[in-house]
């Protein structure tokens, strides 16, 4: 007979001393045979078969060795230098399988001085090296009985009544049997069990058996589940030799991994709790265990339990499937509070087209404190999600928040936050650009180091409609100023996205335009004025801006100047925009546009200038500027404009009016009235549209009026041959524009 591959020679021996034991029974079949034997299990140093040379008529010896003793002694090649005492094995059962080159050798026996089964597992192949298997399953498994150095862990007290205890070589497949099934206390799954090198445990239990984590599984909805658990417990495969014997060699490293996975529907407890944007996978939940040990691997420091649990995230349209895990180390576990956590990439958050890809957590928090107090009932869950967003050469944190009602998945909206104490224009401009592909703030000029502070970020989104707001703290001529950047798009998909840029003073002074006026009575005071910003690369463009094309955080810094409803033209450059009490104009305007004190106006109009937020002022001379406002109509019809002007000139009470505030460099600042004048000329009244000019560059200003007539004068003064048109009224008077005047 020829030299054969030691596993080959492992089998053939096996299956002789089982031909004789079994007094010649068919052993080449899967029909199991019944007998006795014992089993040793030795170093292949310390058996008398010589592995290299194995002839027929050694195998015919080794066969005549088991018929007279009934022993059968084995060398196994993982053993290494360690022997244990034979075992008695009953009712042994063989099947062989030549087709997949497979043989099980299994058999009750007494293990530990408890009843138990083992088994002897193995592949071959003619071509090289084979595989095999060494497995014992006692009825009453305690890992702290077997193991020492767990039996302070929550682990060593634990009582399996379904498991083994294998060594096997690396990459061996036990075959699907429902013999092996029944050893390891496992279901016949209907396929092969594949092994890893070293000690493995194969058990199923019910989770009440883990008394030590019962509390935190309960916490997690975890209660009445059966547990399929697996893993390495060490390397080395005289752990389980030594265990075998009752001797505990302190110098075995132990390596614990299990794991363990439960039904899809185990964890139903905490998934009743979940908000309507998170749904559980069809994927059960996972218990792992692990040793944290010292540098020898030999001394236990701690055990630690990891839940996995696969949910989806549903929002916007979009679905995201996250991996939740928790690491617990059970060592101090004092409560039940758990926190399982996920990462992915969320390609659209919050379905926002032109958004950049954000590394995603989700978060679910159970404060286990009904569990820890032994109180039915379910414990608080709080679900967060979470991401980090770059802003230039800045981070921020994302918390979102979603909303929507179970089973609505396309009503779910959210929106998400953060908060940073700093920021830069510059950075703002940098994130801009990523986000649009546009440079409109860099060319707003705003000087990239200018500096913002108490920032806010926040994400919208609400039905096909995408919000981005950043708000800020900054400085303007000398003072804080309240600065809001938006972007928003509606539509699916990229839609267009609109830039908004906007800075709201709570107080402030001409002056603060233009330095010159100070102290001057042009130097006009306003409680609270809005600064909308355009690029002026879209000259020639002008845009409608509606109250009701903006979020609440974007309309509340205009209404204080414009209120809850308005619509503005907004121009390249600065549209700047002011809340004005009549009472702070100068007195003599204020009685010529017959407005009472208590009254306000709007100022709006365009400045051509650039603003540097660093500096707080403009950073260059402001030429010439214009603010409009439209004057409520007139309660009367006696009023005159200015005073001492004809009697014979009334204003118009009916006509629409407006008042304009000028400037020219380098300080001249100018009042126009424009409204209907009325003037009884000829006998009839005739109907001018006027401008009023009143110059406010001291106290003492100049009041200029001119305009036109409406329609023809038919015979003037009784001149019978003369039609006038193009009928021009002028005035020019004087004006007390200090308060006093």
Same mark, same amino acid.
């Given at each position: 007979?020829?030299?054969?591959?030691?596993?080959?020679?492992?089998?053939?021996?096996?299956?002789?001393?089982?031909? %004789?034991?079994?007094?010649?029974?068919?052993?080449?079949?899967?029909?199991?045979?019944?007998?006795?034997?014992?089993?040793?299990?030795?170093?292949?140093?310390?058996?008398?078969?010589?592995?290299?040379?194995?002839?027929?008529?050694?195998?015919?010896?080794?066969?005549?060795?088991?018929?007279?003793?009934?022993?059968?002694?084995?060398?196994?090649?993982?053993?290494?230098?360690?022997?244990?005492?034979?075992?008695?094995?009953?009712?042994?059962?063989?099947?062989?399988?030549?087709?997949?080159?497979?043989?099980? %050798?299994?058999?009750?026996?007494?293990?530990?001085?408890?009843?138990?089964?083992?088994?002897?597992?193995?592949?071959?192949?003619?071509?090289?090296?084979?595989?095999?298997?060494?497995?014992?399953?006692?009825?009453?498994?305690?890992?702290? /009985?077997?193991?020492?150095?767990?039996?302070?862990?929550?682990?060593?007290?634990?009582?399996?009544?379904?498991?083994?205890?294998?060594?096997?070589?690396?990459?061996?497949?036990?075959?699907?049997?429902?013999?092996?099934?029944?050893?390891?206390?496992?279901?016949?799954?209907?396929?092969?069990?594949?092994?890893?090198?070293?000690?493995?445990?194969?058990?199923?239990?019910?989770?009440?058996?883990?008394?030590?984590?019962?509390?935190?599984?309960?916490?997690?909805?975890?209660?009445?589940?059966?547990? @399929?658990?697996?893993?390495?417990?060490?390397?080395?495969?005289?752990?389980?030799?030594?265990?075998?014997?009752?001797?505990?060699?302190?110098?075995?490293?132990?390596?614990?991994?299990?794991?363990?996975?439960?039904?899809?529907?185990?964890?139903?407890?905490?998934?009743?709790?979940?908000?309507?944007?998170?749904?559980?996978?069809?994927?059960?939940?996972?218990?792992?265990?692990?040793?944290?040990?010292?540098?020898?691997?030999?001394?236990?420091? /701690?055990?630690?339990?990891?839940?996995?649990?696969?949910?989806?995230?549903?929002?916007?349209?979009?679905?995201?499937?996250?991996?939740?895990?928790?690491?617990?180390?059970?060592?101090?576990?004092?409560?039940?509070?758990?926190?399982?956590?996920?990462?992915?990439?969320?390609?659209?958050?919050?379905?926002?087209?032109?958004?950049?890809?954000?590394?995603?957590?989700?978060?679910?928090?159970?404060?286990?404190?009904?569990?820890?107090?032994?109180?039915?009932?379910?414990?608080?869950?709080?679900?967060?999600?979470?991401?980090?967003?770059?802003?230039?050469?800045?981070?921020?944190?994302?918390?979102?928040?979603?909303?929507?009602?179970?089973?609505?998945?396309?009503?779910?909206?959210?929106?998400?936050?953060?908060?940073?104490?700093?920021?830069?224009?510059?950075?703002?401009?940098?994130?801009?650009?990523?986000?649009?592909?546009?440079?409109?703030?860099?060319?707003?000029?705003?000087?990239?180091?200018?500096?913002?502070?108490?920032?806010?970020?926040?994400?919208?989104?609400?039905?096909?409609?995408?919000?981005?707001?950043?708000?800020?703290?900054?400085?303007?001529?000398?003072?804080?100023?309240?600065?809001?950047?938006?972007?928003?798009?509606?539509?699916?998909?990229?839609?267009?996205?609109?830039?908004?840029?906007?800075?709201?003073?709570?107080?402030?002074?001409?002056?603060?335009?233009?330095?010159?006026?100070?102290?001057?009575?042009?130097?006009?005071?306003?409680?609270?004025?809005?600064?909308?910003?355009?690029?002026?690369?879209?000259?020639?463009?002008?845009?409608?801006?509606?109250?009701?094309?903006?979020?609440?955080?974007?309309?509340?810094?205009?209404?204080?100047?414009?209120?809850?409803?308005?619509?503005? /033209?907004?121009?390249?450059?600065?549209?700047?925009?002011?809340?004005?009490?009549?009472?702070?104009?100068?007195?003599?305007?204020?009685?010529?546009?017959?407005?009472?004190?208590?009254?306000?106006?709007?100022?709006?109009?365009?400045?051509?200038?650039? %603003?540097?937020?660093?500096?707080?002022?403009?950073?260059?001379?402001?030429?010439? %500027?214009?603010?409009?406002?439209?004057?409520?109509?007139?309660?009367?019809?006696?009023?005159?404009?200015?005073?001492?002007?004809?009697?014979?000139?009334?204003?118009?009470?009916?006509?629409? @009016?407006?008042?304009?505030?000028?400037?020219?460099?380098?300080?001249?600042?100018?009042?126009?009235?424009?409204?209907?004048?009325?003037?009884?000329?000829?006998?009839?009244?005739?109907?001018?549209?006027?401008?009023?000019?009143?110059?406010?560059?001291?106290?003492?200003?100049?009041?200029?009026?001119?305009?036109?007539?409406?329609?023809?004068?038919?015979?003037?003064?009784?001149?019978?041959?003369?039609?006038?048109?193009?009928?021009?009224?002028?005035?020019?008077?004087?004006?007390?524009?200090?308060?006093?005047?």
């Amino acid at each position: 007979m020829p030299n054969l591959p030691a596993i080959q020679r492992f089998f053939l021996a096996a299956v002789a001393s089982t031909l %004789l034991a079994t007094a010649g029974a068919a052993a080449n079949s899967s029909n199991p045979s019944r007998s006795a034997l014992r089993l040793r299990l030795v170093p292949p140093d310390q058996t008398q078969i010589d592995l290299d040379k194995l002839s027929f008529a050694e195998v015919s010896a080794l066969i005549e060795g088991v018929q007279a003793d009934g022993e059968l002694v084995l060398p196994l090649p993982f053993a290494g230098k360690s022997s244990f005492t034979p075992i008695e094995v009953r009712e042994v059962e063989v099947t062989l399988d030549a087709e997949k080159h497979t043989l099980v %050798l299994a058999g009750s026996a007494i293990v530990r001085g408890r009843g138990g089964r083992v088994f002897l597992s193995g592949t071959y192949s003619g071509s090289g090296p084979g595989q095999y298997a060494f497995g014992v399953a006692p009825d009453r498994l305690v890992l702290g /009985e077997w193991f020492p150095a767990l039996a302070a862990t929550p682990l060593g007290s634990v009582v399996y009544v379904k498991a083994g205890l294998v060594v096997a070589s690396a990459g061996h497949k036990l075959p699907a049997s429902a013999l092996v099934a029944g050893i390891l206390g496992l279901e016949d799954a209907g396929k092969d069990l594949e092994l890893k090198a070293g000690v493995t445990l194969h058990s199923t239990l019910a989770v009440q058996s883990l008394p030590a984590v019962g509390q935190l599984l309960a916490a997690l909805g975890i209660e009445q589940a059966e547990l @399929r658990q697996s893993g390495r417990i060490g390397s080395s495969a005289d752990l389980l030799l030594a265990a075998l014997d009752g001797k505990d060699k302190k110098d075995i490293p132990l390596e614990l991994e299990l794991h363990s996975e439960l039904e899809a529907t185990a964890m139903k407890g905490l998934q009743e709790r979940l908000p309507p944007w998170i749904k559980p996978t069809s994927f059960g939940p996972s218990l792992d265990f692990t040793l944290k040990t010292g540098k020898d691997r030999t001394q236990v420091e /701690e055990l630690v339990m990891k839940v996995t649990h696969q949910v989806k995230v549903e929002v916007a349209g979009e679905s995201l499937e996250f991996s939740l895990s928790a690491e617990v180390e059970t060592k101090n576990l004092k409560d039940a509070k758990v926190t399982l956590t996920g990462k992915r990439t969320w390609n659209h958050p919050l379905g926002i087209e032109w958004l950049s890809a954000l590394e995603t957590t989700l978060a679910l928090v159970v404060d286990g404190k009904a569990a820890s107090a032994g109180k039915a009932g379910k414990d608080e869950l709080k679900a967060t999600l979470t991401s980090s967003l770059r802003v230039g050469s800045v981070e921020a944190a994302l918390e979102f928040e979603i909303e929507g009602e179970k089973g609505k998945k396309d009503e779910l909206k959210g929106h998400a936050t953060a908060r940073l104490e700093h920021l830069t224009i510059g950075d703002l401009a940098s994130f801009a650009s990523t986000l649009t592909g546009t440079s409109f703030l860099s060319d707003l000029q705003l000087g990239d180091a200018a500096a913002l502070d108490k920032v806010s970020l926040t994400l919208k989104h609400e039905k096909e409609k995408n919000t981005l707001e950043v708000s800020a703290t900054a400085g303007l001529g000398g003072a804080k100023a309240d600065l809001l950047f938006t972007l928003t798009s509606t539509g699916a998909g990229k839609g267009k996205v609109e830039p908004l840029f906007v800075i709201k003073r709570s107080a402030g002074h001409m002056s603060d335009l233009v330095p010159a006026l100070a102290g001057k009575p042009g130097d006009l005071e306003f409680p609270e004025s809005v600064w909308t910003l355009t690029p002026p690369k879209a000259a020639g463009v002008s845009k409608a801006l509606s109250s009701a094309d903006l979020g609440p955080t974007a309309r509340e810094f205009f209404q204080g100047v414009y209120g809850p409803d308005f619509k503005l /033209e907004l121009k390249p450059g600065i549209q700047f925009g002011a809340a004005l009490p009549v009472g702070k104009l100068p007195s003599a305007l204020v009685q010529a546009l017959g407005l009472e004190t208590s009254a306000s106006l709007v100022l709006e109009g365009s400045l051509a200038m650039s %603003l540097d937020l660093g500096k707080g002022r403009p950073s260059a001379s402001l030429q010439s %500027l214009e603010l409009n406002a439209e004057l409520p109509r007139m309660a009367g019809v006696g009023s005159r404009l200015p005073e001492g002007l004809p009697s014979w000139m009334r204003l118009d009470s009916s006509s629409q @009016r407006s008042l304009t505030v000028r400037f020219a460099a380098p300080s001249s600042v100018a009042f126009l009235l424009t409204n209907d004048v009325l003037a009884d000329l000829d006998g009839q009244t005739r109907h001018f549209q006027i401008s009023t000019e009143v110059s406010a560059d001291s106290k003492q200003g100049k009041a200029r009026l001119s305009g036109q007539m409406v329609g023809e004068w038919k015979q003037p003064f009784g001149l019978k041959a003369l039609n006038l048109r193009d009928v021009t009224l002028a005035a020019e008077g004087k004006a007390q524009t200090g308060q006093g005047g």
